[in-house]
């Protein structure tokens, strides 16, 4: 969505879109709010009326018509305001929902999008510039329905003398003009605003995310005069953006209210002179005082455009956005995922296949050459040189719905959703409670898999992070995929929990055919794997028409122990080995053993 046509998406081509969408809405919105505004402008005409034919005349025929015209003139007033809200409520609801659609489906589908800008900046465009840019449609037809309400005030006003209405024709443009100065002060007033908000967002989202290693190392006091120090640029901001704010409505209300003055005080003195009726001059004062609501109209429309400018600019700078890594079509076949001749970061020439139904080990002696491999694999990451295939095929070929359909690279960041822990296991993989309980037993849960009715905080906050890292496992062993990457999966749990993980991934996704304990409570002729009913099965032998493989980047040695292979990555070589062999390289010891 970087373009659209051979024009970039900008700001303002956002918002002209907003219009073009929701045109349905729209113009049934601006003509019911047009209405609006003639049946206000007619609730004067309506009264002076009343006073000439009725009142003044002191006929009863005449009082009752005028009172149920006016009643009548109400309903209609009012019915098309409700209607017009309706219109354009609905659009703004649809349109925000939209933006906000497409700014989360940039971000989480394909491979992502490469910004600057921290979580809580994005969240905060997600969220709020998302509400804010389609609101720029009520702007819009708050134009038209007060530029219709000014018209028609102004040919009243002529009708009854050509100097007054001349008066507000050339008075009111005047106005607008001057007040449509004020609108970049206001609009950069917001965006600075926009912006500190998001960066105190983004320092409060970090804070709460690492709260728990900065209690660990003392961190917790600067963590807090940081998120002080962004919270009060972002109040400094908000209140620039209020005394702008201010002094546009301000200036607004009173050169309306010297409009107003000016408008009653030639009327009063023509009614005097006997140049208008006293009818009249009850109308003319009506119509001065109902100006002011569409010149406030027309002020706010100004004021509401200078936001959803603002809005719209971050929006598209996120919708715009480059990719990480571009999405291919090709449907996935199978076959073993490979590394060829791969050069990217620390990685220099790395070639390594994961053979169908291996378990491989990879260790790296530096967190850069993870972080590369991590997000080569994810193809979040293209390679400087050489492919990383699957099938036979690149990754950036594959289609991302099909690649994820076989591929899982679980990272060591956990991120935890749902409203209990079984919603957080499963989400999504709609597996049996067999196959649940298989992966809980692998994962090592323990007594939480007695518990999965258990309300989750946000992110998981009321567990702690090993057990935060193990509901992560779990649900990752429970989506079985034919290829699992997982980094770093034992970090924060014990010695003792960390060895049975090791072997309970092994039993579980790797089990030996001829071991009668392959995965608890199962009999070694129908070994269970944990497959969709689209998917391949074991045969009623017992053999698996798809091994599945395992990857495990980490340093921990009951899951290296656990690997048919490890491959050691330092100096941007790599060395092949088991576990036990690689022992004997001092450089490899240093790296696994605590």
Known sequence: MSAVGSRPLTGGRLLAGVFSRQRRRVIPGAFFWAGHQTCEALVPVAIGLTIDYAVRTSDGT???????????????????????AWFLAKGVQEEGHQFRLQAVRRMLTGSGIETERTSGEVLSIT???????AEVLESGSWVVAALVGLAVSAFLLLRIDWA??????????????????????????TANQQEAVGLAAGVAADLLGGLRPLRGF????EGVRRYARSSQTSLRAQVGALRAEAAFLGATTFTSGVLLAAVAGVAGWFALE???????????VGLAAFIADPVLNLAGSVFILAVARASAARLAE??????????????????????????????????????????LGVVAADVVAAESLNGLLTGRTRPERGEVLLGGEALSALSVASLRTELLVEPHTVDLFGRSLAEAVDSGAHRGEKERTAA???????????????????????????????????????????VLV????????????????????????????TSADALPGEPTHAVHHLRDSTEECVTESGAAERARSTVLITTSPPLLGSCDRVLFLADGGAVEGTHAELLERSDYAAAVLR
């Open 274 to 284: 006997g140049r208008i009726t006293v009818g009249e001059l009850i109308t003319v």
């Open 127 to 133: 969220t709020s510039d998302a509400t804010q840019s």
């Open 318 to 359: 996120v919708l715009t956005a480059p990719v990480r890594a571009s999405e291919g079509t090709v449907p996935v076949s199978p076959g073993p995922l490979q590394l060829v001749d791969v050069t990217a970061g620390p990685l220099r020439s790395l070639s390594v296949t994961v053979a169908e139904g291996e378990v």
């Open 62 to 84: 005449a009082m009752i018509i005028a009172a149920v015209g006016t009643f009548a003139l109400f309903i209609l007033l009012t019915t098309c305001w409700r209607t017009g």
């Open 164 to 189: 007054l209405g001349l008066g507000v024709l050339i008075g009111v443009p005047v106005l607008v003009l001057l007040l449509n100065a004020l609108g970049p002060l206001v609009e950069r007033r």
């Open 440 to 482: 809980l037993e692998a994962a090592a849960v323990g007594a939480l898999a007695d518990d999965l009715d258990r309300p989750l905080l946000d992110h998981g906050m009321n567990l702690s992070g090993g057990q935060r890292q193990r509901i992560a496992l779990a649900r990752a062993l429970l989506a079985d995929r034919t």
């Open 218 to 221: 003392g961190g917790v006091p």
């Open 486 to 513: 997982l980094r770093d999966p034992t970090t924060a749990v014990d010695a003792v929990t960390e060895n049975a993980i090791a072997t309970g991934i092994r039993r579980l996704r790797h089990p030996d055919p």
